[in-house]
């Protein structure tokens, strides 16, 4: 009972910093603000003015081999990504578009 508390705490706590920290990107498994951000346009859900994802930058690839792969891979089931505009699903496809080998299990 109690870590099914705490995780719902840390829960609440990470999305109240998603809220408070606005538009601004959250720099998390070993990647900087900036990497997240230049990966952003390869994986933001698609809207009427953009149906298509853009492809990877080679400043998003760069940023993504420095990055706890598995640790990213934690968030594929998360209500985090969609809150900052991220397609799940295309997420998870990134790493192979930069030519890395995402985790097995992921």
């Given amino acids: 009972m109690m870590g099914r508390n705490f995780k719902l705490v840390f829960v609440l706590?990470?999305?109240?910093?998603?809220?408070?920290?606005?538009?601004r990107v959250l720099g998390l498994c070993n990647m900087s603000d900036?990497?997240?951000?230049s990966c952003k346009?390869?994986?933001?859900k698609a809207t009427p003015e953009k149906p298509?994802?853009?492809k990877p930058t080679p400043e998003?690839?760069?940023a993504l081999k420095g990055a706890d792969l598995k640790c990213l891979?934690?968030?594929?089931?998360?209500f985090i990504l969609p809150s900052l505009g991220?397609?799940?699903a295309?997420?998870?496809?990134?790493?192979?578009?930069?030519?890395?080998t995402p985790p097995a299990d992921c």
Avoid at 73 to 78: E, H, W
Avoid at 90 to 97: D, G, I, Q, R, W
């Fill in 86 to 88: 991220i397609d799940p």
């Fill in 73 to 78: 891979c934690g968030y594929k089931n998360s």
């Fill in 34 to 37: 900036e990497g997240l951000a």
């Fill in 60 to 62: 998003c690839c760069e």
């Fill in 52 to 54: 298509n994802p853009e």
């Fill in 90 to 100: 295309l997420a998870m496809a990134l790493p192979a578009k930069c030519n890395l």
């Fill in 41 to 44: 346009p390869a994986v933001a």
């Fill in 13 to 23: 706590v990470v999305a109240m910093a998603v809220l408070l920290e606005g538009s």
